[in-house]
């Protein structure tokens, strides 16, 4: 039979059965009945302080790092231009040459046009812009992640910097506050600077700013300015080919612009147009069709620099201020383009073969001194020292006039004679090279032939070297001249610019000029006096008529020969200094004079050339393509 378990059989069997796991509030339950909680396990609590340890870590990170993180901005802004500010910035004034017609000639300082809105662009303009600089320039906040990692994978794959991870936002940045320095620095400053334009200007104000500061090569800043210089148009005006250009440009100005490099320039705008037929803006053959008509128009003068280099000289001074100045030049283009020719072609053929390696002429006009053409060298992009106005030489016979002018006013006449023997003063004896001796001569032909001997002798009859010099510095000559009879032969100095515009007095009938290449002014809207000087009496009439006839025979049939030109009156001077190292010719037409020098700039002699030969006939070349 049977019997019921016992206490002690019941615990037994109780305890011999597996632990359950403790339920959710056990441990509280356990305290209730007065029964201790069960100990939590090394494990958990091993974890516990782990997650303490990390967060307490990433808290101390988090404050380190934002501490660190200011410390690091404020590095990098301390010395941030102040946005406000920069956005208004002064600039260079500007200086616009044009030529007499009104055809530009020149620019310098930093051109301005016109502040031009984005409504009245054409739409070709903005949407070449942001076809090759920045397409997702409406969709980025000034830094572009994406457009960083496509110029990253672009670069990576070519093997070359093929593109550039620089929003439209980060190129106005740079250029409006920033130097084009190049390293981290700049480039976080560049991206706060950006993040600070996009909070201030909404899409369409950022790149109306772009547009009208961004530089653009050869001085240009803004569209409309770039449109004007290169193509001469206002930005409203431009064509999609022109658009094009000009948004090829902001990569590398001064490497892609038209006057730098038009060949470069239009393969640059082409590369442009197939961005737009990328995006969908062009088709291709459109594209292709405006690429065909890139074509620049061809610059005013190839070596007008000399003439403008000149005219900017004494600017600052002559025009203070910061005005932009407009400038109406004296210089016909047509006979610029003459002159650049024929020097050209006689330094290319006959000069070659005769050593001559260098030319300089000027063309001023002797009524009034304004200078109608000047080349102050072979190749003004080879070499910019202006040797019409810069090289002071001797001027060889070509200063005989000024002798013989003195003469005149000591009462001789172009009939009075003088002889063309011998002649030696102390131990110098001037010699007559090829000419042989007639005895007695009338001024005239002693002029007209450059007779050395006779020369002398009126130096002499006019009162001597001091009477020489002072006829010649009140007809515009600075010298230095030597105060002995070598002056008679041309051994001061001066500038072919001095002895043309000397020369002046001898076709205008005895009035100074003085030599000028600015004929007005504007100044921002405003006429400014330009400053010419009028001309004065320095000669008398009967003397400077009398002058002018002895030039005429040296043409006529004397040692300028070689320039007169058939149906054109013409007079003129010859000069050849030592060993041939200079060769001159100064001579006139109705009121056009013509001054021409050739030589070598280190003085080397050149093959016989005497005044009476090339220089002579640069001058028949240059009087005959001038219009009559």
Do not use: C
Not at 272 to 287: C, S
């Amino acid at each position: 039979m049977s019997r019921a378990p016992t206490a002690t059989t019941a615990r037994s069997a109780a305890s011999s059965r597996p632990a359950r796991p403790a339920r959710p509030g056990a441990k509280g339950a356990a305290a209730r009945r007065g029964q201790p909680a069960p100990a939590l396990s090394t494990a958990v609590k091993a974890r516990r302080r782990l997650v303490r340890r990390i967060a307490a870590w990433l808290l101390m990170g988090t404050v380190w790092g934002g501490l660190a993180l200011g410390v690091l901005l404020l590095i990098f802004a301390w010395d941030l231009p102040r946005p406000e500010a920069a956005l208004e910035t002064t600039r260079r004034p500007s200086v616009t040459l044009e030529a007499a017609d009104g055809r530009l000639l020149s620019t310098s300082g930093d051109l301005y046009g016109e502040t031009v809105r984005l409504r009245d662009l054409p739409i070709h303009l903005p949407t070449a812009l942001l076809a090759i600089e920045d397409r997702r320039f409406r969709d980025h906040f000034g830094l572009d992640p994406v457009g960083v990692m496509r110029a990253a994978w672009v670069n990576l794959t070519t093997g070359r910097v093929a593109q550039g991870g620089s929003t439209l936002t980060q190129q106005l940045a740079k250029n409006l506050f920033l130097t084009p320095e190049r390293s981290y620095r700049r480039k976080v400053q560049e991206a706060m600077l950006a993040l600070w334009l996009e909070s201030r200007f909404t899409k369409d104000q950022l790149l109306e700013i772009y547009l009208n500061r961004v530089y653009l090569g050869a001085g240009a800043y803004g569209v409309d300015a770039a449109a004007r210089l290169y193509f001469g148009v206002p930005a409203r005006r431009l064509t999609i080919w022109q658009s094009a250009v000009l948004a090829g440009l902001p990569r590398a100005p001064s490497r892609y612009n038209p006057r730098a490099n038009p060949v470069l320039a239009a393969e640059r705008g082409a590369e442009v147009l197939r961005a737009m037929a990328t995006i969908g803006a062009l088709t291709e053959a459109q594209a292709a069709a405006e690429a065909e008509r890139i074509a620049f128009p061809r610059r005013p003068s190839r070596d007008s620099g000399w003439f403008a280099d000149w005219v900017h000289e004494d600017l600052a001074t002559r025009f203070p201020g910061s005005a932009d100045l407009m400038l109406r030049t004296t210089l016909d283009l047509r006979v610029q383009a003459v002159v650049e020719a024929k020097l050209e072609a006689l330094l290319s053929g006959p000069g070659a073969a005769a050593d001559v390696g260098q030319g300089a002429v000027v063309v001023l006009d002797a009524a009034t001194g304004a200078v109608r053409a000047m080349a102050g060298g072979r190749d003004y992009r080879r070499s910019a020292f202006n040797r019409a106005v810069s090289a002071r030489r001797q001027p060889g016979s070509v200063f005989k006039p000024f002798v013989y002018l003195a003469a005149l006013e000591k009462g001789l006449h172009p009939e009075s004679t003088v002889s063309d023997a011998p002649i030696t003063l102390g131990r110098w004896s001037p010699g007559n090279g090829n000419w042989r001796a007639r005895g007695d001569l009338p001024l005239e032909e002693a002029l007209a032939h450059s007779v050395n001997t006779s020369a002398v002798r009126v130096l002499v009859r006019a009162g001597g070297a001091k009477e020489a010099a002072a006829v010649a510095r009140r007809l515009g000559l600075a010298g230095p001249f030597p105060r002995d009879a070598t002056i008679a032969l041309g051994t001061g100095e001066a500038s072919l610019l001095e002895l043309a515009a000397a020369y002046a007095a001898f076709a205008n009938g005895g009035m100074r000029v003085t030599p000028y290449g600015i004929a007005s002014v504007r100044a921002e809207g405003r006429a400014l006096p330009a400053g010419i000087a009028a001309p004065a009496r320095a000669v008398q009439p009967d003397d400077a008529l009398a002058i002018r006839r002895m030039m005429e025979a040296v043409v006529s049939r004397g040692s300028g020969r070689v320039a007169a030109v058939p149906g054109r009156s013409a007079a003129g001077k010859t000069g050849t200094t030592q060993d041939f190292r200079d060769a001159w010719f100064i001579g006139f037409s109705g009121n056009t004079v013509i001054g021409v020098w050739l030589g070598n700039d280190d003085a080397t002699p050149m093959d016989d050339v005497r005044g009476g030969t090339l220089p002579a006939r640069l001058f028949h070349d240059i009087l005959e393509g001038l219009p009559r």
